[in-house]
């Protein structure tokens, strides 16, 4: 099973996450934001990942570090687990709707990270979650996974749109990552940063 566990600690967080690609798609989520709570069991139940987190940090002084480091945790728990990516899919792009909402997810498992991000929010908050960490979580996790991918997400509801693109994130992690060939999906016969 393809799957990583990683403890982190800094002065302003403490993270516990395991996550495995070759799961369920059962969470066990506690980051102290509930609403990112919410998003990231239903990237795990959409993309079958097993994933748990224990998260607590400076929410004293907003979401940013907690919201920030959660990224960078998971991003590298992802990059463990694909490995040397060996027998990848490696492309994958997904739309979800949800509602009047529509997100649409393109990634590349290159190693290589680069986030195009296009979603506009109408307010400053999703419950508990800033919406302007929605686009830094997704910076945070591509930079440490070496993922390329393009996020674009327009709707009504900011609930909608936010939940929609972690989806989608989801589904197209799962169909980018499946097995699906014996090589490793690269004319260099290597993924940079893997």
Known sequence: MRKASINRRTRETAIDLTFAIDGTGVSDINTDVAFLDHVLE???????????????????????????????????AISQSLGDCTGIARFADVRVPMDEAMASVAIDLSGRSYLVFDADFSSDLVG???????????????????????IS???????????????????????????ERSDIPSTKGVLTGQ
Not at 62 to 74: A, N, Q, R, S
């Open 42 to 76: 239903s990237f795990a139940r959409h993309g079958l990942f097993d994933l748990a987190i224990t998260a607590s940090g400076d929410l004293e002084l907003g979401d940013h570090h907690l919201v920030e480091d959660i990224g960078i945790v998971l991003g590298q």
């Open 128 to 150: 508990d979650l800033a919406t302007q960490m929605v686009s830094h979580f997704f910076h945070s996790l591509c930079a440490n996974a070496g993922i390329n991918a393009h």
């Open 153 to 179: 997400a327009y709707g009504a509801n900011d609930h909608h749109i936010v939940e929609a693109i972690f989806k989608a994130f989801g589904i197209a992690l799962f169909r980018s990552a499946a097995i």
